[in-house]
């Protein structure tokens, strides 16, 4: 049986541009109706939109220069899927990421979003990958409980691997804040169609405990799946354990992720256990500049005498610069509160000669110490915080002097001075 790196005629240049020309015209076709579709459904909550969230639409470039010890496995982001074995020379690396989040409808009780992206690398041994799609996610809120549906849609190709495919994903989430932790349910569908005419369907679950204090989140996400194939080879189970958590100090913000797979497959030989680390740290220069360096390494090994497990090692690094087209551009006017989630506020103020700035706010007991904001650019302050429906009151200590930072409401304190208000609902 030949591996699926193999190069026996079906994965030539010709196959793969009718395929392509096929799968694009699909890909279009399918892209236009999710658009319209959407549009229809969305189009009552567009004005309201417009009222409740100024600021909702983001996107960026990332373009990057590194290295990669194997860029076979970089031309195969989203899945083991083929289990392609074709190992590269270490190459130089130029990337290319574009990403955006475009918010239909966002509100205390519901959100719509679109997210189309575009990834691509290119290296300096003349191989190169392309991976092009959109994401979809609405979400409803009630309290503590929210009803997540997502969806994407979008395709990949590569010079240097086998794993040219049109992909889509469904997935239905449910969950629940319970103090500082957030439980979280899903039920997912995957499908892949592949250039040498192979049809996956993956089918599965996926449970995860998130926490975001503030400065640090992270989270723990263990998912059960099976993937069923039309090639028997390809049939297998696989489960995965992530543990991921990111951060904000100051101008700097961080990542780092490390995810462990194992895959029973059920016919082939080829039982193996892979192992995936990331990280990124980025410094923010500006509203619209960012610096950062990221980094991956990956290993995959045999299990159970699975003779044809992929194995492999990889290390990888690219070092680059962040644009923000669409900057949150502030002022020592603005409001001082952005909603960033379902009853999460970003509390931000500025101080350019303030060596110390604290949030006293009622739903923090008006404890100063549960307040400290941090550093976040030239003389801002800033930290999210989670704040319970209701009117609430809050101020700004500034080098233990007390401040009423800007705000859409106002509210006597009864010492002759005013609290700024914030209503949540």
């Given at each position: ?5 193999s ?15 096929r799968a694009a ?7 236009l109706?999710?658009?319209v ?5 969305t ?18 470039v ?11 496995l ?10 392609d ?16 989040r475009?918010a239909l ?8 979003h ?7 690398r ?8 392309v991976?092009?799609?959109?994401g ?16 994407t ?5 590569a ?16 969950a ?12 997912y ?7 040498e005419?192979q049809?996956?369907?993956l ?12 400065r640090?989140?992270?989270?723990a996400?263990?998912s059960l ?30 990542l ?22 990331r990280?990124r740290?980025e410094?923010?220069?500006?509203a ?7 980094v ?11 003779e044809?497990?992929?194995r492999?090692?990889?290390a990888a ?7 923000r ?9 603005d ?8 009853g999460?506020y970003?509390f ?6 303030a060596?110390?700035?604290?949030l ?12 400290t ?27 233990g ?20 208000v914030l209503?949540v609902?």
């Amino acid at each position: 049986m030949p591996s699926s790196g193999s190069r026996d005629g079906r994965n030539s240049p010709e196959t793969v541009g009718r395929w392509w020309r096929r799968a694009a015209s699909e890909l279009c076709g399918s892209l236009l109706s999710v658009a319209v579709s959407t549009a229809v459904a969305t189009a009552p909550g567009l004005s309201a939109r417009a009222q409740t969230s100024e600021r909702a639409h983001r996107a960026g470039v990332d373009i990057a220069v590194g290295g990669d010890s194997n860029p076979a496995l970089a031309a195969n982001p989203r899945d083991r899927a083929r289990m392609d074995s074709t190992a590269l020379a270490p190459a130089g690396t130029l990337a290319v990421d574009v990403w955006s989040r475009i918010a239909l409808v966002d509100q205390e009780t519901g959100s719509v979003h679109l997210s189309p992206y575009f990834t691509a690398r290119g290296f300096s041994s003349g191989g190169a990958y392309v991976d092009l799609g959109t994401g979809a996610l609405g979400a409803l809120v009630r309290g503590p409980l929210s009803l997540e549906a997502g969806a994407t849609l979008g395709g990949y190709a590569a010079t240097v691997a086998v794993d040219n495919a049109l992909y889509g994903d469904l997935s239905l989430a449910t969950a629940a804040a319970i103090g500082p932790l957030r439980l979280r349910a899903e039920g997912y569908a995957r499908f892949r169609s592949y250039t040498e005419d192979q049809l996956d369907g993956l089918f599965g679950a996926r449970i995860s405990v998130l926490a975001d204090h503030g400065r640090v989140s992270w989270g723990a996400h263990l998912s059960l799946d099976q993937r069923r194939s039309n090639a028997p080879e390809a049939r297998r189970t696989e489960l995965g354990a992530t543990v991921e958590a990111n951060g904000v100090e100051g101008a700097w913000r961080w990542l780092a992720a490390t995810t462990v797979y194992t895959r029973w497959f059920d016919t082939a030989q080829r039982d193996g256990r892979e192992w995936l680390l990331r990280g990124r740290l980025e410094r923010t220069l500006n509203a619209r500049l960012g610096l950062y360096l990221a980094v991956q390494a990956g290993r995959a090994r045999a299990v159970r005498g699975g003779e044809d497990a992929l194995r492999y090692g990889r290390a990888a690094a690219e070092v680059g610069v962040s644009i923000r087209l669409h900057p949150i551009e502030r002022t020592p006017d603005d409001e001082s509160v952005t909603r960033v989630g379902p009853g999460r506020y970003r509390f931000a103020f500025h101080a350019p000669e303030a060596t110390e700035v604290v949030l006293l706010a009622d739903f923090l007991d008006w404890d100063a110490e549960r307040g400290t904001l941090s550093p976040a650019g030239p003389g801002w302050f800033e930290g999210t915080f989670d704040v319970p429906a209701g009117h609430h009151r809050y101020r700004m200590l500034v080098d233990g002097v007390p401040v009423t930072p800007a705000a859409r409401a106002y509210a006597e304190d009864g010492f002759g001075g005013r609290d700024a208000v914030l209503v949540v609902e």
